[in-house]
């Protein structure tokens, strides 16, 4: 079974820009979320989506948001780039929804997102 | 809210010695625990998980983890390292509910020397 996959796997943005990372989960897995990681920050949750539903939210302004489609891909976004989005966007994807008891999560390689 | 704290960030041993991780959150209800593990240029990985049971969990590689609810602990602790060990080391928790988000511990980085 292919595990998650994202792409692009590194991006170079400027400031003001707006930016979408894409996740395609193991197959058959319905949640996605996604998170941000950073040297001082760590691992945060960004936002986790079921059945095309966005379930949970993370502490993030409302630059950054999300979609999934019907086939459980998923899509970030993020507008209006700063210097401070410079980090490493990790997807993940497990069979049921954050908190029941099929949620175990199957990270992706992640997106390392460069602003200047 | 719930958070979770790993005391130890950097932790250096030789191979051989035994390894305890530390894991603390702070949650008032039930909750799901995770150890992830990423080594050196690879993503992260599921070491092991407790959702209800026996509290000593065991996970890939030799690793395990005891969960003392009164102590709000989820250790992770190996016998004997190996050099193939070193890596960064992450807890997390969720709410048992199907509502709340995994919330992951700063990581603590394990390097061990042959």
């Known amino acids: 079974k292919a595990g998650v996959t994202q792409t692009p796997r590194y991006l170079i943005k400027t400031r003001g820009q707006q930016v979408t990372l894409s996740c395609s989960p193991i197959s058959g897995h319905r949640s996605v979320s996604w998170y941000q990681q950073t040297p001082g920050q760590g691992l945060q949750f960004l936002f986790e989506y079921f059945s095309e539903t966005q379930r949970n939210k993370g502490n993030f302004p409302g630059r950054f948001s999300g979609r999934q489609f019907s086939n459980s891909r998923s899509e970030m976004n993020v507008s209006t780039l700063e210097l401070g989005d410079s980090a490493l966007y990790l997807c993940?994807?497990?069979?049921?929804?954050?908190?029941?008891?099929?949620?175990?999560?199957?990270f992706g390689p992640g997106t390392r997102l460069t602003v200047l | 809210a719930q958070s979770v704290s790993q005391h130890n960030h950097h932790v250096i041993l030789s191979e051989a010695a035994s390894l305890e991780l530390g894991c603390n959150y702070s949650y008032g209800g039930t909750v799901n625990l995770f150890w992830y593990v990423q080594y050196p240029g690879q993503h992260l990985q599921l070491l092991l998980k407790?959702?209800?049971?026996?509290?000593l969990v065991k996970g890939i590689k030799g690793f395990e983890a005891e969960f003392i609810k009164s102590k709000f602990s989820f250790n992770l602790r190996k016998p004997s390292v190996q050099w193939s060990d070193t890596a960064e080391y992450f807890c997390?928790?969720?709410?048992?509910?199907?509502?709340?988000?995994?919330?992951f511990g700063t990581g603590t980085r394990l390097q061990v020397f042959p």
């Open positions: 407790y959702f209800s049971g026996d509290p």
């Open positions: 997390a928790v969720n709410g048992a509910d199907n509502t709340d988000k995994l919330i």
């Open positions: 993940a994807s497990s069979p049921g929804p954050l908190g029941g008891p099929g949620d175990e999560q199957f």
